[in-house]
């Protein structure tokens, strides 16, 4: 078993079979377990449904990341499903350690096509409720006025041992963050992405934070 940050760090080369269709920085193959050194998933075993490739364009110019959709199947409890998202860093200079960051998400919620819903992303800020009591306000990374246009490869156990190895799909995505006090009353960074199906208008929401590369492990 290698640690993420070996991996990125390239401290190792780890022997893993590859999924060479789509960008995969763990080359990991479906069915890849993966565990996590933090307090809500310590005890559970992840294994590798989905890798995605993203394509998103900015002006253009595409700026790709990887998802990896992963499944935990708790004994005597309902299925677990995340996505962990490694972003390339930007000009890395020599005396980095990590060529990518990374960020694990939950699914907070999903919803069919809602025309209101989509007004509502066009403003700079969201804000999640429940029982109409607010949770939580975010606001887009970086100002970023509308969504990212992405081509999305998609690699899972129907599609990787077909000729073309992956399916397409196309999505838009907003992004948005937040900052707050964790229970120790230390400053912390939360992320939210709401990311629409272009095939069908269907709205995924998925919240989480960064995840030291080192509290991650792969086989």
């Known amino acids: 078993m ?31 377990s993966v565990q996590f050194d933090v307090l809500d998933y310590r005890d559970m075993t992840f294994f590798v449904k989905e ?27 309902e299925d677990v499903t995340v996505k962990l998202r490694l972003m390339p860093v930007t000009n890395v200079s020599p ?9 694990l998400l939950q699914k907070y919620d999903e919803l069919p096509w809602d025309q209101g819903f989509r007004d509502i992303l066009n403003e700079n800020e ?3 409720k429940q029982d109409d009591v607010e949770t939580g306000r975010y606001w887009r990374i970086n100002d970023v006025k509308g969504g990212y246009q992405c081509v ?27 900052e707050y006090q964790d229970e120790a009353g230390q400053p912390d960074k939360e992320f939210l992405f709401i990311e629409m199906e272009k095939s069908n208008g269907f709205f995924t929401i998925w919240k989480g934070q960064e995840i030291n590369a080192k509290r991650v492990d792969v086989r």
């Open 95 to 103: 005396g980095d350690d990590l060529t990518h960051n990374t960020v």
């Open 126 to 128: 969201f804000v999640t």
């Open 152 to 178: 999305v490869k998609i690699v899972d156990s129907a599609n990787e041992k077909e000729e073309l190895g992956f399916k397409r799909d196309e999505i838009e995505y907003w992004d948005y963050w937040r």
């Open 51 to 77: 890798v995605r490739e993203v394509a998103r364009y900015v002006n253009g110019k595409n700026f790709p990341f990887t998802d990896y959709t992963l499944m935990a199947r708790p004994l005597g409890g």
């Open 2 to 32: 290698a640690t993420l940050w070996q991996m990125l760090t390239k401290k190792i080369s780890p022997d893993l079979p590859k999924t060479s269709v789509v960008i995969n920085p763990l080359k990991a193959k479906i069915g890849s």
